[in-house]
């Protein structure tokens, strides 16, 4: 066993003190009395009450949200469908071009994605909006939702898809109650991610958004463009606080999983 070596402790310390140190000064002085970002001013939780009670940031946190909910959703619906054809109906005709446009956008940037949207909305006349936001959010997490489900279709063992049917289920009750129920993990964790990568992108929703449909990310950076404001530290800590709380749930949630399995496979053995 490789002795764990001074430099590899310093090294762990730096990279976690460089992740991790800006964001706890970032809570402190989202407390901070002061106007002044830089400067302590005594402890207060004025910001946050401020945060509260402006219109514009609780209006983009909505926007944002609603965006997030419905792309993730649709996302994860034709993100699955897609890896059923790719891990289940084998070599077709166009297979190549199907599976090139699918994970295209894994690659492609993200200026690149947003701008040729842009184009598309306005050369068929679709003025821009929340609904355009969702399409173009949809667009390029849908990919990633299929990776996820694909890499689990392909150990899927079919003989329980086979069992079901020779007990006189149809392909569809099939699905429903064998497949979904077993692929619902990597399921849900394509709308997870789906659902952050919406929350946390700017670039192409700058391009695909309209004046109507301002999201979170946009209004930080436009924000912060005339300086950082107590705010944003405000807006940041809670965000961060959600992060950490969604962290540690999914890890209980995990630990529990797993503890019922090692019960449940002693009692098999135990038997």
Known sequence: MRRFSWFNATSLTLGFAFLYLPMIILVIYSFNASRLVTVWGGFSTRWYGELLQDEAFLDAAWVTL????FSSTIATVLGTLAAIVMVRMGRFRGRTLFSGMIY??????????????LLLFIGIGLDRGIFTVVLAHTTFSMCY???????????????LEEAALDLGCTQAQAFRLVTLPIIAPAVISGWLLAFTLSLDDLVIASFTTGPS??????KIFSS?????????????????????V???AASLATKRR?????????AAIRT
């Open 246 to 248: 969604g962290v540690i």
């Open 258 to 266: 797993a503890d019922a399995a090692e019960r449940d496979a002693r």
């Open 66 to 69: 609603r965006v997030a909910v």
């Open 213 to 218: 449909a301002t999201t979170l990310p946009i």
């Open 104 to 117: 295209a956008p894994l690659v492609m940037p993200e200026v690149i994605t947003g701008l040729s949207l």
């Open 145 to 159: 939702v299929s990776v996820v489900v694909s890499s689990r279709l392909a150990t899927f063992d079919t003989a």
């Open 224 to 244: 912060i463009r005339l300086g950082v404001s107590p705010q944003i530290n405000a807006l940041s800590t809670i965000l961060i606080a959600l992060v950490t």
